[in-house]
């Protein structure tokens, strides 16, 4: 997995291509990138939506030839992975605006998962918060008083399934261990 949206361009550059020794200041050794580490797998583009445009004609190109070089290299090298990309951002409306490679959208979106807002799914809220309380609660385990699972039922979530995750994690924290968590350990905004 890479993130698009938490890497600058030449680091996201290299951390997906790899680089060659001297390629860059502090560049003391050859450095395989994502795609080659990927090779016979998948490779998980995250927030694809934020990559800048040099990197989307890079991946562009590595999506419609396969092929790819180090940065510093000579070398072409074959890329071997499937590429998986999300994003929380409208893609068909960024590359009709100009904001995103047109070319790039099509390539990509020949199989489109559109998950729906945490707010259009409340089915999906409970079995989430649980899940989250059991990831973070390991060693003490803590279950949900009803009063605060009606508290996370009628909120809107409008920062998704992260700030669901977040305003538990909160909740873990200040409850006391092996508790409930209950309404007035809730905190949102």
Known sequence: AIDGSGLQEALFESEL???ERGAFTGADRQKKGLIEEAAGS????????????????KLL??????????????????????????????????SRNGSFRSDLYFRMSRFVITVPPLRE????????????IALLTRTAPMTLAPDALKLLMGYAWPG???????????????????????????AFI
């Open 121 to 132: 799914r409340r089915e999906d809220i409970e079995p989430l918060a649980r899940h989250f």
């Open 160 to 186: 998704n399934v992260r700030e669901l995750r977040n305003a538990v994690e909160r909740a873990v924290i200040l409850a006391r261990p092996g508790s409930q968590i209950r309404a007035e350990h809730l």
């Open 61 to 94: 190109r590595v999506m419609e030839t396969s092929t790819f070089r180090r940065l510093g290299g000579n070398k072409t090298l074959t890329a071997d992975a499937r590429f998986v990309a999300a994003t929380n951002r409208n893609l068909a409306e960024m």
């Open 42 to 57: 998948t490779l998980f583009l995250d927030e694809i939506g934020d990559a800048g445009p040099a990197i989307q004609a």
């Open 17 to 19: 291509f790899g680089h």
